[in-house]
């Protein structure tokens, strides 16, 4: 067992009346046990960077909820590590939705999906309990089915697939073999399931020749019926970061998780 253990000290002799001398300690345990927590991120840094033009700054995600337990003991540690007073770091929790890049001044509020917990000026800090709680993963099913020739294209997600032969359960194989960047998939006999890698509210999939996010073009009359089965929703805790200037903000992190 790990033995991990916390402590913060605040101490003024003029922030209140009286002197303040504040220490607190505490172990970090697996959530309502008393045994340790073996499991950490490492520690980590980054520079904030320029994205396509030097008036915007990402936002850019720092854990999401997915990759990890919900409603466990994790802790997040993040510190903005500036020199320079008037630098800080934006902290949100997030709807779980991929965020744009956005203009400096842009208020936090205005973007979507994010609700700002708080800044971190120079030096700041933040240790925090962290729930992980996730959304729902899109779910839907793509079925093939009438006639099919060889050659005959599909295009979904930026992947083409040219049907090898006409036999839709072939066609479905090849489907389920091709590598989506934003989707898993499974086959069995001509119809494909597909599960979003992220939870989020993702638009409704549908196809068509030419048409829909998966569109096709076939000799025959082919076609792919498509059936949403579970539908996604964002996850609430992604958290995500912003720092206020392009470049020279460094901020460190770590994530101690179940």
């Known amino acids: 067992m790990a033995t991990t253990t916390a402590t913060i000290t605040l101490s003024s002799s003029d922030l209140l009346s009286n002197e303040l001398a504040l220490s607190t300690t505490s172990t970090l345990t697996t ?13 980590s840094r980054k520079t904030s960077a320029v994205v396509g033009s030097s008036a915007l700054i990402d936002s850019v995600v720092l854990y999401r909820a ?16 500036s020199t320079t007073a008037a630098e800080y770091i934006e902290v949100f929790l997030s709807g779980g939705e991929a965020t744009a890049a956005h203009d400096a001044s842009t208020p936090a509020s205005t973007i979507t999906g994010l609700t700002e917990i708080g800044r971190l000026y ?5 240790f925090m309990p962290w729930n992980a709680s996730g959304g729902t993963k899109e779910t839907f099913t793509c079925v093939v089915g009438n006639t099919w020739a060889a050659g005959d294209t599909i295009v979904f997600d930026g992947v083409t697939i040219t049907a090898a032969n006409s036999t839709v359960a072939n066609i479905a194989t090849q489907i389920d073999n091709a590598q989506f960047p934003n989707w898993i998939t499974s086959v069995s006999s001509a119809t494909v399931t597909f ?23 076939t ?17 609430v805790s992604d958290i995500y ?17 179940e």
Not at 31 to 43: E, H, I, M, R, Y
Not at 122 to 126: I, L, S, V, Y
């Open 66 to 81: 997915d990759d990890y337990t919900a409603d466990k003991a994790n802790k997040v540690y993040l510190k903005n590590t």
């Open 195 to 217: 599960v979003a890698r992220q939870s989020g509210s993702f638009y409704e999939v549908d196809a068509g020749e030419g048409t829909g996010e998966i569109q096709y073009n």
């Open 219 to 235: 000799a025959g009359n082919g076609d792919l019926t498509i059936s949403t089965t579970v539908e996604g929703t964002r996850s």
């Open 241 to 257: 970061v912003r720092p206020s200037v392009h470049t020279g903000i460094t901020y460190e992190y770590m994530l101690i998780h």
């Open 122 to 126: 120079a030096g700041d800090w933040m």
């Open 31 to 43: 959530a309502g046990t008393s045994t340790g927590v073996t499991q950490a991120s490492g520690l």
